[in-house]
């Protein structure tokens, strides 16, 4: 116990004390496809609009649902579209994810991009709620993407801005909590 709250405590200081603000050049901070103002074709759309009004009303999407939805409104993209993240839901509307991933962890960035598809507001817990329904479905795909990302995000930062980013999402995607 006191090891975590040693570890607790000394990631909060780097917090603070280290400089992360320009270790990535604006090209890796980038969302290109998100500057496109893409939209689905009108099939893509009623599909999106349907999923969304079943889920207003609490009526239960079948898995065969969610699979055709990740299927058809998810788009892979190369990651040089994507900046440095696995995936983005843009402006709620479009989503993409990175190609090149592993299986499992595409399945899971998927599935959590089309979470926030459905959201209907940006609060707090949004990150929360799109990992929660993305692991229940892909728990290997969680896993897989945790590992994925953290091989990732060692090639861009430094080691004190490496554990404070991984801090950082960590309390984001994990707790729920607004750190940015």
Same mark, same amino acid.
């Given at each position: #116990?006191?090891?975590?709250?040693?570890?607790?405590?000394?990631?909060?200081?780097?917090?603070?004390?280290?400089?992360?603000?320009?270790?990535?050049?604006?090209?890796?901070?980038?969302?290109?496809?998100?500057?496109?103002?893409?939209?689905?074709?009108?099939? &893509?759309?009623?599909?999106?609009?349907?999923?969304?009004?079943?889920?207003?009303?609490?009526?239960?999407?079948?898995?065969?649902?969610? $699979?055709?939805?990740?299927?058809? +409104?998810?788009?892979?993209?190369?990651?040089?579209?994507?900046?440095?993240?696995?995936?983005?839901?843009?402006?709620?509307?479009?989503?993409?994810?990175?190609?090149? #991933?592993?299986?499992?962890?595409? +399945?899971?960035?998927? $599935?959590?991009? +089309?979470?926030?598809?459905?959201?209907? &507001?940006?609060?707090?817990?949004?990150?929360?709620?799109?990992?929660?329904?993305?692991? =229940?479905?892909?728990?290997?795909?969680?896993?897989?993407?945790?590992?994925?990302?953290?091989?990732?995000?060692?090639?861009?930062? &430094?080691?004190?801005?490496?554990?404070?980013?991984?801090?950082?999402?960590? =309390?984001?995607?994990?707790?729920? #909590? =607004?750190?940015?």
């Amino acid at each position: #116990m006191a090891v975590l709250f040693v570890s607790i405590i000394g990631l909060e200081i780097a917090t603070r004390v280290c400089d992360c603000s320009n270790q990535l050049t604006p090209e890796e901070r980038r969302i290109v496809v998100c500057e496109e103002n893409a939209t689905y074709d009108n099939e &893509s759309q009623l599909l999106l609009d349907s999923l969304r009004t079943k889920r207003a009303q609490g009526i239960t999407i079948s898995k065969a649902d969610y $699979r055709e939805a990740i299927d058809r +409104l998810v788009i892979e993209v190369a990651q040089e579209q994507l900046g440095i993240v696995n995936g983005v839901a843009c402006r709620g509307e479009i989503a993409y994810v990175a190609e090149g #991933m592993p299986i499992q962890a595409t +399945l899971f960035v998927k $599935r959590h991009e +089309l979470e926030h598809l459905f959201q209907s &507001s940006h609060d707090e817990d949004s990150e929360l709620e799109a990992n929660v329904a993305a692991a =229940k479905e892909y728990p290997i795909g969680l896993l897989s993407t945790i590992a994925f990302s953290v091989i990732k995000l060692g090639r861009y930062f &430094s080691w004190c801005c490496f554990l404070v980013i991984g801090w950082a999402n960590f =309390k984001l995607y994990f707790l729920g #909590m =607004k750190v940015w």
